[in-house]
């Protein structure tokens, strides 16, 4: 599985981004895996952002994003969204792809998913 994100940026807080995650897999069908967006800010550990069931749609986020942030995904670009409105600068960090075989609301640590892209920065001046 291969993992690229892209999308992130310098932005003032109150504003939007959309961050993309374009994924391929060989093997496995799409419909088998979850798609999740980790973060790390400076300092800190990385933490859960949002997944995405890609058969069903179903989605899980933190709770902190909840209200703000939306996953979604487009089928034939391959590619999961993060939409993110309103941003804090509590929001800077790295955001990080990831993907796993399988589903459940539980698949929130880190060490649930086997397959990560390489980040993008996203930085909320106040």
């Known amino acids: 599985v291969q993992l690229q994100a892209s999308g992130g940026g310098l932005v003032q807080a109150g504003g939007s981004l959309r961050l993309s995650c374009a994924w391929a897999?060989?093997?496995?069908?799409?419909?088998?895996?979850?798609v999740a967006w980790f973060r790390r800010a400076p300092g800190k550990e990385r933490e859960f952002v949002a997944a995405?069931?890609?058969?069903?749609?179903?989605?899980r986020y933190t709770d902190s994003v909840k209200g703000r942030f939306a996953i979604s995904r487009d089928n034939a670009k391959n590619t999961v969204y993060l939409q993110m409105n309103g941003l804090k600068p509590e929001d800077t960090a790295g955001y990080y792809c990831?993907?796993?075989?399988?589903?459940?609301?539980?698949?929130?640590?880190?060490?649930?998913?086997?397959?990560w892209g390489r980040g993008t920065l996203v930085t909320v001046s106040s």
């Open positions: 990831a993907a796993r075989v399988g589903w459940s609301v539980y698949y929130t640590s880190s060490a649930s998913y086997g397959y």
């Open positions: 995405f069931r890609w058969s069903g749609g179903s989605t």
């Open positions: 897999t060989s093997g496995r069908t799409f419909s088998s895996y979850a």
